[in-house]
């Protein structure tokens, strides 16, 4: 004996409820994804920043002629930071401040207070943390506006790749 159950309206709201259902569930979990994560914004006010870009780009030629370099090191649990004149020679500086901005999550951003080793040399202690990061570097040597340098970096292990 073949019976076949009829199809009926209510199976078909049951269809419709579930179909459109299953797209709104996940619609709302990406979008509180979405919102959770990185906003995509660089500054808080992009007409600010705009008005300020001559200013900073003249900032960065001024420091770009002084022929500076700097180079970074990290270990398990210190950051050393170099700071040499265009002859090579240790420049002093009085201390700074190093951020670790991750690239795509505002939330994992750490950042450390550099303090003045030997001549040319600002250490300080922290837990470097893995994974690739845009370092923004601070640093107080004598200048009118403080010595900034901005790099990207790979983290492996607590040592710079």
Do not use: C
């Amino acid at each position: 004996m073949n019976t076949q159950r009829r199809f009926t309206g209510w199976h078909m709201i049951a269809v419709m409820v579930g179909f459109f259902g299953t797209i709104i569930a996940v619609n709302l979990t990406m979008a509180s994804f979405a919102r959770s994560s990185w906003t995509g914004l660089v500054v808080a006010n992009s007409y600010v920043a705009s008005q300020q870009f001559n200013e900073r780009m003249a900032e960065s030629r001024a420091q770009a002629a002084l022929g500076w370099n700097g180079t970074l090191e990290t270990d398990a649990g210190h950051i050393r930071y170099r700071l040499a004149d265009r002859n090579g020679l240790p420049v002093e500086a009085a201390g700074g401040k190093v951020v670790f901005r991750h690239p795509a999550y505002e939330g994992a951003d750490w950042s450390a207070e550099l303090k003045a080793g030997e001549k040319g040399l600002l250490v300080a202690e922290a837990k470097v943390v893995d994974g690739v990061w845009l370092v923004e570097m601070d640093i107080d040597a004598g200048l009118v506006r403080p010595y900034r340098r901005m790099i990207r970096v790979t983290i492996d292990k607590g040592i710079i790749q």
